[in-house]
């Protein structure tokens, strides 16, 4: 097979084109309805959880000896086990959450309530040893001792707690950095089974659920329901696609320095449904690969039989992409990410890349229509560095469109030329892919601009 292939001269322009055996799918677009719906079940949900508790009686007794603590433990507890459940459909990769949310807002979302489950859960087990100290009239370690080896599933209980502790430290900036991505994604599989520990244990003692049939039962189908999310979606639909497609390695081609296009054979891919812009997770089916997958963006629309990514060596596991062998079996998960022309909301665009970003912005020009015009910057510390740049340039040409390069040191080639380059940026959909930083500094120029949050996207790739 040709790795030539993948020439925009051999591609119908526009996303108006006619297929016969080309691509005939595309993602759909985003559900926002129901996605607003979904956001007010989950708030619902979080108000009948605080609810529960003073249902249960727990308010009326808090005048007795330990029972302030014994509320607030009991209500900590069940709002920490709720957020936790949210973050189990976070982490489904449910494809309304994915179109409307992007990656960058799933990933947003997903931070900014992983602390909040451990610091309620711990302060329910510290709360509720209070409680018992008080009424026992015992200091707290005895008691807390007492409770372990005392209570029914308290054992499990205290080991779904260190997980969730020790997951939360290895969750932390400074020690993440440290740990391999394949190591940590491992560890933070644990978290499934602390939490199946904690729901075990919740029914078994929680106040809110010991003699109430209805809220023991409403609080297992929400959970039955949040792990039905992770299996249809995270196995479920993986192993459907996975199969239909059978994907295979046919070439592997340097690019340029580290940076290497792998492309890949299948069958049906015309119903595979992504549009530019878009990722799949990718499990290469080695021995030494097969465990883990990882998010490559596609580098081009699929001209079925074949789909093409590209990747930088900035680990083991996108440094072994160079040594792939032809005929190794691929695995996809997705696709995901909102990255697409779908978020549109003006009729012209720019397209801003940093490094390997180069590569969403490559397939996202083949969505753009025929004399849509945009506006393209592409930055790199070194002229080889721009791969994919023959490719670009034709596809902006095609479209009656300009592309800039800024190739250079930080210090000697300024993002901020942006504007000047691009003067009538606040009219235009602003989309920014790159590493974090770049990210970062790209839509602070853009939003200083004039550019508003519902015309600027980003895509953020994280190491």
């Given at each position: ?247 295979r390695v046919v070439a592997v081609k340097t690019e340029g ?94 397209l801003i890349a940093g490094g390997i970003g180069v590569t ?104």
């Open positions: 097979m040709d790795a030539a292939l993948f020439n925009p001269d051999s591609i119908s322009p526009g996303p108006n084109r006619r297929l016969s055996t080309q691509r005939q799918a595309g993602a759909p677009k985003p559900n926002l309805p129901f996605f607003f719906s979904m956001v007010v079940v989950g708030g619902l949900g979080m108000g009948l959880v605080l609810g529960l508790p003073i249902v249960d009686g727990t308010l009326s007794e808090l005048h007795l000896r330990g029972g302030v603590a014994m509320y607030l433990g009991s209500t900590t507890g069940m709002a920490g086990t709720y957020l936790a459940l949210l973050m189990v459909v976070l982490a489904s990769r449910t494809p309304v959450l994915e179109r409307v949310l992007g990656q960058v807002g799933v990933i947003q979302w997903h931070k900014r309530l992983a602390p909040w489950p451990i610091i309620l859960i711990t302060a329910h087990a510290v709360l509720l040893t209070i409680a018992y100290a008080e009424v026992a009239k015992k200091g707290v370690l005895g008691e807390a001792s007492v409770i372990i080896n005392t209570f029914p599933s308290m054992v499990t209980a205290t080991v779904a707690l260190g997980i969730m502790l020790g997951i939360g430290v290895i969750s932390v900036r400074q020690v993440r950095e440290r740990i391999p991505r394949e190591n940590w994604w491992l560890l933070h599989l644990l978290m499934y089974a602390a939490l199946f520990l904690a729901f075990a244990h919740e029914l078994a003692l929680g106040p809110s659920f010991v003699g109430h049939p209805l809220a023991r039962a409403c609080w297992t189908i929400a959970w039955l329901l949040a792990a039905a999310l992770v299996l249809i979606y995270r196995v479920g639909y993986p192993t459907f696609r996975s199969f239909r497609h059978r994907l320095p580290g940076v290497v296009s792998v492309i890949l054979e299948g069958r049906h891919l015309e119903r595979l449904p992504i549009s530019g812009g878009q990722f799949l997770e990718w499990r290469f089916l080695t021995p030494q690969m097969w465990w883990q997958a990882h998010p490559f963006t596609v580098s081009a629309l699929p001209q079925p039989p074949y789909i093409r990514l590209t990747a930088k060596d900035v680990g083991n596991f996108s440094h072994a992409l160079a040594h792939l062998k032809v005929g190794t079996n691929v695995a996809i998960e997705g696709p995901y990410g909102s990255f697409t022309t779908f978020a549109r909301r003006r009729d012209q665009v720019l969403a912005v490559r397939s996202v020009l083949e969505d753009l229509p025929v004399k849509s015009r945009p506006a393209v910057v592409l930055r790199a510390s070194r002229e080889e560095d721009l791969v994919l740049l023959d490719e670009i340039e034709k596809l902006v040409r095609h479209r009656k469109g300009v592309i800039h390069q800024l190739v250079g040191p930080r210090d000697v080639v300024s993002l901020d030329t942006i504007t000047t380059l691009v003067p009538d940026i606040a009219r235009r959909d602003v989309f920014i892919c790159g590493p974090a930083g770049f990210v970062r500094e790209a839509s602070e120029l853009a939003r200083q601009a004039g550019v508003t949050d519902e015309a600027l996207h980003q895509e953020a790739y994280r190491i």
